[in-house]
């Protein structure tokens, strides 16, 4: 069944490489890093996630299609850039503590 988030939960699946718990909504991604707890759709979040390199995925996904934002840079929190997911929100990648 097709639901709001169902581009979200195919994103972080086919783009990420992510899996998410049964019954998801648009309350948590179970990913296999952690747990990363998302607002209600569309209410203004941010989200940002650390990787082990930020270069590689950023070169993996945009390889995929996916929509970068901002091209990698080096910054405070190391190699960092953005991308769009299906639902129009931000997401910020980084590589560093």
Do not use: E
Not at 8 to 18: E, S
Not at 39 to 68: P, S
Request: with cysteine; hydrophobic share 50%.
């Amino acid at each position: 069944m097709d639901t709001p988030h169902s581009s979200v939960r195919a994103f972080a699946v086919v783009a990420c490489g992510y899996w998410t718990a049964p019954g998801y909504r648009s309350v948590a991604w179970l990913l296999t890093a952690g747990m990363v707890v998302l607002g209600a759709a569309n209410v203004g979040i941010a989200l940002w996630l650390k990787v082990d390199d930020a270069q590689a995925l950023h070169d993996q996904l945009a390889g995929r299609g996916v929509t970068i934002l901002t091209d990698p840079f080096d910054g405070p929190f190391g190699r960092t850039f953005a991308l769009r997911d299906p639902d129009g929100y931000a997401v910020t990648i980084h590589d560093a503590a």
